[in-house]
Structures are given as C-alpha cells and as structure tokens.
C-alpha cells in the first residue's frame, strides 16, 4: 500500500491509498482543495471529515491543528542567592541530594497536575554540570488563563539553573515544553516549594516558537495583590528574588503566631531539646537557604532567614504570597 500526504499550514496528513494523488494546500483559514482523485473541503483547528473516492481507493480526510506552547523564563530564589556571583548556590545538587523525580505531585507538596502528565525526571549526568547551569532544584509553573487568572489551565514541573534559567527536564538546557496548551494569552506563575510564588502582571502571549523572555529577576512590574502590604518579591544586588521561608507551604512566611515557620524548623530537627542541632544531607522544606542542612541555632541557619525576610525589628510582620491563589 502507498502513502499520499498533504500539508496544511505545516500540519501533515498521512493517508493511505493505491492509486489516487497526493493533495497539498497551505492557507490560513479554511477552503477547497483539489486533485485528480477528487477534492475536499478544510478548515484550520476545526477537523471537517470526507470520504474522496476514486477507482484506486478511498481517503477519508481530517485536519488537526498542533497543540503545544513554549516557556522561555528566568527566576531566582533568595533562599540560596549569593550576592558576590549574583547566582545561586547549587549545595542540593553538588552533596546529590536534588531528586531525579520531579517532587511536586505527591506528599508533603501535592500540587494540582492539570492537562500535562507529572513524574517528570531528568538524567544523573545532569547533576555533574557545576557552571551557571548547574542545577539548583525542581519549580512548579502554572499557565493561567487570560480572562481569569485564578483558573489554572495547565501546570508542569521544570527544573532551575543556578543563574536563573527555568529548563526542560527533558536535558536540563532547554525551554520548557507544555504538549497539551494552544498558542494564545496567558498569565504564567512559577512557585517553588519553599519560597513564595510571583505571576506575570497581565497576559502574555506564548506559541511553539515563542522566544520572549519571561524575566522575574529583572521584571519591573509582576502581579500585585492589592489586600497584600509587602513587595511580590524581594530586591537582593539590585536583582528580584522570591521570598523563602514558607517551610510550611502556606503561602506566607511567619516568624511568629499560629503555624509559624520557625516553629517548623524547630520540630524538623526534632523539637526544643534540639535547638543547637543540625540535620545534615537532606533535601527538606524546612531547609530554607537550601544547603542541604537543617539548622535552628549558629552559622547558616534557617530561622535567621525567616527574621530576616518579615524584619529583624518586626518579627510579628507577615510576609504573603501575590498570586490569586
């Protein structure tokens, strides 16, 4: 059996058949192709179907438009940021402790999968990388829909290199690939699992060629709750970073009152008994500066980041996440 084929804007059609001739058509909008073995009527992104007949065989034909965008951004957490590089440290990766599975579709994080499969995994020769693409750890994007930013139409889970980049997990290089979204305006948000979360401003309009750049560390304006007092984001060497200290994933960072992070971190290292402690070589929420090492008291702790970020002088201060949800 022969294969005939047509192409309509880019989209191919294989059809089978003995004698009857290939057609190809290229337009932007729907209309009629012909060719010696009949000829049919299209559409772009609505399939319309018919049967072509001819004395060496029938073709029965469809359209279908490709569905997927791309994701160009770059984000930095001020957990790990190091002001003399203008990087991130990369201590999960270099002590092996980055997950090769992607964390944030199971416990304790159980973020929503919506239209692309979660489990993403990357290779172990990724983490043998230690220049500015060293990777740093696992993100969580949502795209949001342009009419509604509360509706999230689609999440995925990306990894994050030392200088910013948001990557594939596929190869650890490239943009981020989302096979279930059409081309159009959305608002995007990338959260991480102890840092508070930031969304564009308004829509932005994303393609499988897309090749703007989302940055949120340079990104003048960002989404802005008007009920939230604090910044999105935190200015660190005249770059934007997200806020860490949301050891508990809710969307806020609390040094003092009802499920506070300090309490947190305390208990992750086994409660008061403990104060002085450190648990070393993990990869945990109450790991804030992310450096592989839970710490309460003394060099390189993480409740200092908590104090730090609502203010050392206004420890009662609330620092919240700007996303609608």
Same mark, same amino acid.
């Given at each position: ?16 058949? =003995? ?135 689609? =999440? ?110 305390? =208990? ?9 402690? =450190? ?47």
């Amino acid at each position: 059996m022969k294969l005939a084929t047509c192409t309509l804007l880019g989209v191919l059609c294989i059809y089978p058949f =003995t004698t009857i001739s290939a057609q190809q058509a290229s337009a932007s909008a729907g209309g009629n192709a012909t060719g010696s073995g009949g000829s049919f009527s299209y559409t772009i992104g609505e399939p319309v179907s018919s049967n072509i007949s001819d004395i060496g065989g029938i073709i029965h034909e469809g359209v279908q438009q490709s569905v997927n965008i791309q994701l160009l951004a770059k984000v930095l957490l001020s957990g790990p940021f190091d002001l003399a590089t203008g990087w991130m440290k990369d201590s999960l990766r270099s002590n092996n402790l980055i997950p090769l599975t992607e964390p944030y579709s199971s416990l304790p994080y159980s973020k929503a999968v919506l239209t692309e499969s979660a489990g993403e995994t990357f290779s172990n020769a990724l983490l043998n990388e230690s220049t500015q693409n060293a990777l740093v750890d696992w993100l969580f994007i949502e795209i949001r829909s342009a009419s509604n930013p509360s509706n999230i139409v689609a =999440t995925k889970r990306a990894l994050l290199q030392r200088d910013g980049d948001v990557v594939s997990h596929a190869d650890g290089v490239s943009p981020v690939q989302f096979d279930r979204v059409p081309a159009g305006n959305y608002y995007v948000s990338i959260k991480h699992r102890n840092h508070l979360g930031v969304m564009t401003a308004t829509p932005v309009f994303l393609s499988p060629t897309n090749s703007t750049l989302l940055d949120f560390t340079t990104m003048p304006t960002v989404y802005t709750s008007i009920n939230i007092v604090n910044t999105p984001r935190k200015v660190e060497g005249g770059k934007y970073t997200l806020w860490s200290g949301d050891g508990n994933s809710n969307k806020n960072v609390k040094y003092n009152g009802i499920s506070n992070d300090k309490d947190l971190v305390l =208990t992750g290292l086994g409660g008061p008994n403990f104060v002085n402690g =450190t648990l070393k070589m993990v990869y945990r929420a109450e790991d804030l500066n992310m450096d592989g090492k839970i710490r309460y008291n003394n060099t390189d702790n993480d409740r200092a980041i908590i104090l730090n970020n609502v203010g050392v002088l206004s420890p009662n201060t609330v620092v919240s996440q700007h996303t609608p949800n």
